[in-house]
């Protein structure tokens, strides 16, 4: 009896059992009389729930705290910790001035979020994960003022506007904005870039955009304390550059912190759209090609990256830089810097090149006008292994080894370019530099200089020597038109015009920067076949005044010692040679007690 009465038992259970498998099936099915079946009306309603949720209070957080509004097209969750975002954006509360749009700071296809737990109304969502499909950061900046970007001057909104912002309503089930910062929402581990692009326009005339495409990384994230992350990751393309990333990433504050950068470049390609504008004007102007890397290690405010803290160290090896009509080789350039109050500071820079040496420090601010002041020597520099610009591969007819020193004192950088490219539109260098401000009214130009329009330069500004040995000088218009000069007029019938004369002149000059002129207050010179002895001064439109007196009884007096002085005191009185004019014209006249002759 017991017996049958177990096989009842069960047999009820196991028929229970597949009647309320039955309605399950039934139910989800969506036949059954509730119209798309109880559990599944159940789950679709608790994800949309959650994506509201989700979706919710992604906005109320990053709009509350960031003056730039993030937005997207659709959200959707996937049980039981995945959210994907499709066409997410983050755009710039103001307009461009140049379109009248808003910037789209950061806008990716699609975003997966995967969250540390699942999400509940009444806590805040946790993310863990964010993986960028497609990303595109634009960092646009304001016309005219190119450390200004569109949108990340004022990244992170004040006090004041952040709790104004926070008034706003939740959405039901949601976390209020008010309570939470961004780090409260972030606790990523990792985040993931796939077919990344970054573009910088700083919008300097004569620059490329720089573009850096293709970007894939992995970016490995260590939650720290008060909202800070660590970040590490690399960035290349192709071989041309790498980029590799260390960090702590202050979110709330919008900063990096203890960060290390580390690029190499290979800067003799022709594609240099990931240089940075600013020094793209350098590289084609100067045609500098090499091996570059770059160590920046400190702090770095994200919305203010000039205003930075870093300790530069930069090392070019196997490269060549273009000066004028001159290719310089550099075998190896080391800088170490400080970037800080918005000024580089050149602790150190050693540069090996022309099989001599170039030490030099100094410092440059880095906003208008630019003063720099700079401290350098040059020792045992070779003239003859400069290159001609025009046909590298062919050396200069310029020799001799030459040994400097220059003082520069706060001399602004923006005024000495004025007046470069206003002496260059004019055509009063011989052979000028590719102009770095592009096309100038030289008029215009020369008459706001005149008029005082442009930035004055200091009463005193620095000074400069050079001495030159075993020398062949003939490239230098000034210096060859009055050695040409002193032929003709002493009839030296001895001298061959069709010969490229011999490495044997020796030159040494002392000037000082004061105001508008560069005065020369010793040239002395000295050749196989005349002497020269002279002063004046240069201006910086490239106008010329100086007066030599030269000649046999120079060399003559040269060899004479302290005779030689006294004799040179009765040639002075009686014959010179004044030269005049500009760089690319000089004029040469004969002088016979202090009056031109013909």
Known sequence: ?????????????????????AFVVYSLSGRGSDEGGLFARSAAASKRQIEDLVGSQLKSIVNARLNPQLDFRSIEYHAPLTVHINHVSLTSDTADPVTGKPVAMLFADSATLTLGEIPGAGKPIVIERLQLVGPRMQLIAFPDEPTRFIGFDQFVKASADTAGADKADPAPGATSGSSLSISDVLKLRKIAISGGQLVFDPRLPDSQTMTLDGIHAELDVTPDADGRFKLVTQIGRNRIFQLDVGATLDLDRAQLL????KLSADLSEEDRSFVPP????????????????????????????????????????????????????????????????RAVVVEKGDIFAIGGFVSLVGRIDLMPPYPATVTGSA???????????????????????????????????????????AAVASNRLASPSPDPGGDVDPDMLQKAVAQGQMISMPDEWGSMNL??????????????????????TLRLATFNFDQAPPANEKATVAARFLGERVVFDQIDYSSSLIAARGTGNVGLDQTLDLRFN????????????????????????????????????????VEIGGRAVN
Request: charged share 20%; proline share 4%; no cysteine.
């Open 1 to 21: 009896m017991k017996k049958w009465q177990a096989i009842r038992i069960g047999v009820v259970i196991v028929v229970s059992m597949v009647l309320v498998g």
């Open 258 to 261: 203890d960060a290390t950068l």
């Open 278 to 341: 600013q020094l793209q004007a350098v590289l084609a102007q100067y045609s500098l090609v090499g091996n570059l890397n770059v160590t920046a290690s400190g702090w770095i405010p994200l919305s203010d990256p000039l205003g930075a803290a870093l300790q530069l160290d930069v090392a070019l090896d196997g490269g060549s830089v273009t000066l004028g009509d001159y290719q310089v080789g550099v075998r190896l350039a080391n800088v170490t810097a400080l970037l800080a109050d």
């Open 379 to 421: 020792r045992h520099l070779d003239l003859s292994r400069l290159m001609s610009a025009k046909a590298a591969s062919e050396p200069t007819s310029l020799a001799g080894q030459l040994d400097a020193t220059l003082q520069l004192n706060r001399v602004p950088v923006a005024a000495l370019l004025d007046r470069y490219r």
């Open 467 to 488: 001495s030159l040995r075993d020398a062949r000088l003939v490239r230098i218009p000034a210096m060859s038109s009055m050695r040409d000069a002193v032929i003709r």
């Open 550 to 589: 030269a000649g046999p009884m120079e060399k003559l007096q040269n060899n004479l010692g302290m005779v030689g002085e006294w004799l040179g005191k009765v040639t002075d009185a009686l014959a010179g040679y004044r030269v005049t004019g500009t760089f690319s014209q000089p004029r040469v006249q």
